[in-house]
């Protein structure tokens, strides 16, 4: 992926990304007016627009493809203007649709949060969230919030059952398109069949129809606090919530688990929302509630659904910045030639947490005494250091490093009765900020 931050004469173009696929070339663009409040794009913009590097080879007749492919939230005011010197171009139904919808767009517009469910049980023997989700479909009292729908549910609930974390197979790691298409048979995994159910009802996934906002509830055997996990460190309003989420729980420490990566992500129940959230919680072994694990559980969905209530009220959250631990590799055990683990984690890395671990330090014990140190150019944050479920997944914890993530300035799009006008509502300081925010935060 491309980014071009360029400055053309009163306007500043924010971001310009391409992306080429096999046999397409998507381009999303956002710029802002500096020294006007008027959002005015009269053809030398449009035509310096198509000099710059990306728009190379697109002609005026595919303008159209263009315009269906940008419809990124950050970019739509652009996409508005530029509808109104291409009065030919064709645009598919749905963008149509979003595009009646905008008003003035110095802020990200993202629309509001009405669905959420939060799921327990994905991992049948993590009992906060199971503990949590039955209490709440019993008395749903403490997570309503006037103009949401709140759903609490047990998504496996046969493991839950049997107080187990899966039956055939993980369910928070086969919400792919090939499983959620595959044909029910007889001997289709219950997981799999689960997550198809789950997929009707919260989904489907990628959809307009997916739910908004899906709190997943776990545990964990590792010393992690209660930790939030992103999935996307480019979704704007779920980066401001995590944002609000720290401030609320502060001091208290909640850190942000981004799991972003080219092979290690993997198809989380929780994926078929529109802003997936992860939270886990430890230390807790499998099968047993703690009050205080339960506690930060607790305190975290409260949180979280203050933030979705003062967003749908229309509250503008300004520009912010969260520091975010991202994945970068998993860690096996020592094994030997019959994959029979030799070595446990050393005890100055057990509950360690998010702590540096630098080169020479020690990362696991032998049975004879022997210790292994870690060796690396540069300082990692350990994870999920010794989680009981991972055994099984070959990992002992995953290296992080530290990463700022900004997001833009957030503020849901509510009716307006005057679509068509496109002046900026905006202090002129406000259109900067936002700006300048928008091109940190490009990837
Ligand atoms: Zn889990």
Redesign the pocket.
Known sequence: MLVHNTVITDYIVVSILTQKNENSLNVSFSFMTTNSLELVLGNQELNILRKLTCFKGIKEASMALVLNSCLEMHCIFSIKALLLRQTSCKLNEQSLKQLNRMTSCYVVHEAPVRRVAIFGG??GN?LSGVFLVKHWQENGAEIQRTGLEVRPFITNPSAVKKCTRYIDCDL?RVFDPDNLGRQITEDIPYEVRRAQEINHIFGPKNSNDAYDLIFDL???TSNMGGTLILENSRNNFTIQMFHYIKNALAPECCPVFLTEHPNLKYATTRSIAKHPVGV?VGPQPQGVLRADILDKMRKIIKHGLDFVHIFNEGKEFPPCTIEIYKIMEKVDYPRNKNGEITAVIHPSLQDQDWQPLNNGEPIFLTIDGETINYEGDSTVYPTFVNEA?YYEKKQAFVKTVKVKLTAKVAKPFLPDPDTSSLILKAPKTAVKNAALNKADSCP
């Open positions: 994905t991992h993590e928070n776990h545990n964990t886990e479920a």
